[in-house]
Each structure stands twice: as C-alpha cells, then as structure tokens.
C-alpha cells in the first residue's frame, strides 16, 4: 500500500459548476509506474493531470496523493504546497503558458528558486538540465523566439530542473517534428528508469508502447471506460473504434485509392 | 481612383500591422545587444548607473560645448559596441533634434528672448530679429536632447531588455513589480503574433479589398477576441505558476556578476562625469 501515489475514487470536476469534465474517475497509481491516459478530445484528460498536480481540487469523490487527502485548504499552507510541488512536476500542453519569464535560463531557475533550493544549486541544475536536453544554446534566448519543439524541450528542462518524483505530461508529443518526439520519448523512458513515476495524456497512440505500460482509456462520458496494459489496450480495435482513437488514413496502391484504419501495434498491410 | 480607395479601406489594418511592426521592432530587436563589444561586456547594473550619471550631467550642464564632448563620449561608445555608427546617427539625430528646434524657434527671436541681435530679417511685413542669447539657448537645448536621447538609445540597444528590467531591482523596485513587467514584455510579442495571424487569417478569407465598416468590425472583433484569449491565458499562466512552487512572494534568479573591468568603468566614468562639472563650473 505504501506505494501508492495517487489514489481517486469516483472523482468528480465540473467547469463553472455546469461544464463535467470528470464524471466518477476511478484510479490508483504506484510509484515507478508509467501510465498513459488517452482519449479524443474534450474527454477530461487535461483535467485529470491538473487534479493530479494539485492545481484544482475535486468537487465530489475522494482523492490522496502521497497518502494524504488532497484538499484545497491543505495547498493553503507553504510548507506543504512546497513539499507537494517538489515531489509533482506537470509540463503543460501549450508551452507559451508554461514559459512566462523573460528568458530561458531564469524560466528553468524558476520552479527551484520558488522551492527554496540555494542560488548555487540552482544555477548547477540549470547547466545540467540544460545538457541533459540539449539546450545549452538556448539558455539566453527570449523564449518567443524559439520554435515549437525548443519551446517543449525548454518547458520539459523548467519541470525537469525540480527534479520532482511524478512527472506529468500533457500532450508532450502534439505538433513536433518526429526527431523532437523521438528525443522526448527517450527523456520519458530513462526518467521512468531512474524511478521517475511518469503519466502522459495523449492521443498521440503510435508512443503509447514506449512511455506507458499501463493505459487508461477516457470516454465520451469522461469516465475510464478502460484501463489495462497497453498491449490490451491497443490491441483492442472495438474498444479504441468506439473512443475514436483508431487512426484512419487514404494512400495509393498501383493507382488506386485505398482507405483504411489501423491499430498502432498492427503490422500495416 | 482605386488605389485611393484601397488604401483608405484598408487604413485601420495597415495602422494595426505598422503598430504591431514597430512594437515589435522596438521592444524585442535585441540584433545589437547580442554583438561582442565594449558595452555589451559590463555588468548591466554598472552600465545603467553610469548612464544614469551621464544623463544627469547631460540635463545639469551649462555648456553645449561640453555637452558636446560627452555626446563624442557617447559616439566612442557606440563605436567600440559594433553599433554602425550611420544607423545610430538615423536613430538618434534626424528627427530628435529637429522637433525640438520647433520647440525652441520662438525662444531664437528678440519677442521672447531679448539680447545681442545676430541676424534681422523681414518676411511679409514682419520684423524678426535673431538674437545670441536665444541662440545660444536654442543650441543648448537641442545638444541637451540629442546627448540624452543618444545615450538612452544606446544604452537600450546594448543590454537586453530582460537585463534592463533587472536592473530595477538594484533601485529597490520590488520582485513581483519586475516579475510583472518582465511577464507583460514576454506577452506581448505572442499576442502581437496573434492579432497579426487573425489579420492574416481574415485576409485568407475575404480576400484584400474589404469594406472599411467590415474592417472596424474585424478590429472590433480581434480586441474582444484577443481579450477573451488573454484573459483565458492569465488563468492558465498562473496556474503553470502555481505549479511550479510560486506562493504570491516570487524570487528571481540574481545573475549578475560584476568583474573588476566594471568598477574600472564606473570609476572612470565617475571621473568624468565631475571633470565635465568642474569645467562647467568654472567656465
């Protein structure tokens, strides 16, 4: 039991009071794992991994991190959002929002200066992270002008320089370049090696076999309609035809059109 | 005749864009502060206070001549900072000077400034006579404000804005003040980008030519939307804040780092500055 990160039960959220996001979300992650939550969107993936960082709180349903409730009041108290966010790193879909200091090198110093880590280490994190993914070139740049997949490895570096134990990721791979999303999905994979817990929101179905072995999978309900090891999941081709997140696409054979869908883990005929 | 029209049409678009253009321009071409040279070496705590200084001795001095000798001060600046010295010059000296010698033309003539004449004139039944003393001050004026207008170009072209904004720590402004402007400069360039892709984006649709009551409705429109889309963002910037550790109270990385050539600096341009109001004093 004591392995237990995150435990939800029948977890519920709703925008303005009247928009569901969550419907009775039912969850238990343990430490080390590497769990993926898909979806199409608009199915509550983005608002699970904000509950789960402890930027909203449920409105009914129970939910602990770390074994203990997490509850708004309880965030109230500096010690303890501090010893929250050091242990819970989120890297945000849309970069821009995650990358809101002048430049680079003070957006990766942020997260660990508001942490109360001394100057000095701060500034060793900052080359090492840096190495780590390859931006050393970038530290004094402004972060407008760096390109999408810049933006995204910067963010990863800016969560990565807290060096918490859960790292959450939000569409990590949407919008890039396939050398980018290979370099994220080997940051992914050795961080889970060093013991890192890692869930990653995505429909994105093609990395699911590499950065996540288990998969929950979120309906049109905003429920989990399944969740299982992500060979199960992926092979499941009804279940995955039914949350619309089997991958359809028209191509030429010997001068013919040819449309037709197929699973991520299915040899492509 | 249809030229004419268009380009009345599409007046308030060209407005926005140049607006946006010249934003952009100003705020975040940092081309120069990037180059290798003398200015861009010195710790931009110690190159603020000394310009600080000399803008002071600029705006205190008596003498145009002496304010000239720091103007030359400030062009060897620029020089040793790989600033092309034609550019600097379009910047600082074409249109500066020249508004404020329509500020000071009255104060040339015996009306307002009574003393030596230098040159009379007569121009349709009027008899203006040009005196020294208002000369003298006109000239004054205008080296004041080229000098000081040169040396806050310089100075801005030099050090990156981030830096800048820093800087107002040394003055005791406080952390979550810098952190806000800092947030706001950051901002600006990606809503700049934004109502720029609407623009574009409208044009894709409606082609060029479009009425000019159908452009007021596209402005409108962008402001309420890029409202609607800004104050969406704040929520969520605060929320990447938030989850990042900040608790109201921000602390920011502190990286400057003076080295002895900036002392050095400082101390010679403390010399300077009193070597100019001496000899300003004892004129």
Redo the contacts between chains.
Sequence with gaps: MSDIIFELKDVQYSYLGKFPALCGVDMTIRSGEKIAVIGANGTGKSTLLQLLDGLIFPQNGHMTAFGERLLEHSHADEKAAHRFRRRVGLVFQNADIQLFCPSVREDIAFGPLQLGVAEKEVNRRIIEVAQVLDIQHLLDRVPHQLSIGEKRRVAIASVLAIDPDVYLFDEPTAGLDPLTVRHIIDFIVKANQRGKTIITATHDLHIIGEIADTVYVFGRNKRIVRGGSSESVLNDRLLLETNNLVHIHRHHHDGMEHVHQHLPLEPHD | MRNKLHKRRDFIERSTLSALAFLKDAT?A?EYANCKGFLQSLDPRFKTITFLLFLITAVSLKSAVLIGSLYGVCLTLALLSSIPVAHFLTRTLLFIPLFSLTIVLPTLFSVVTPGEPVWSFHCLGIHGVITRPGLDGALLFVVRIATSVSLIVLLSITT???EL?KVLRVFGIPQIFVLTV??C???L??FA?MVENIFTAVKSRVGILSHRQHGQQVVAWNIANTWNRTTQ?SE??Y?????????GE??????FQATPKDWVWLVCAVILCAGLFYKGYTL
Excluded: D
């Design positions: 975040f940092e990156r804005h981030s904004l800092s947030m400069y950051r901002y360039f990606l980008t963002m969520e910037v929320m990447a804040m938030l989850s990042r550790g900040y608790t921000p602390r920011l990385l502190s990286e």
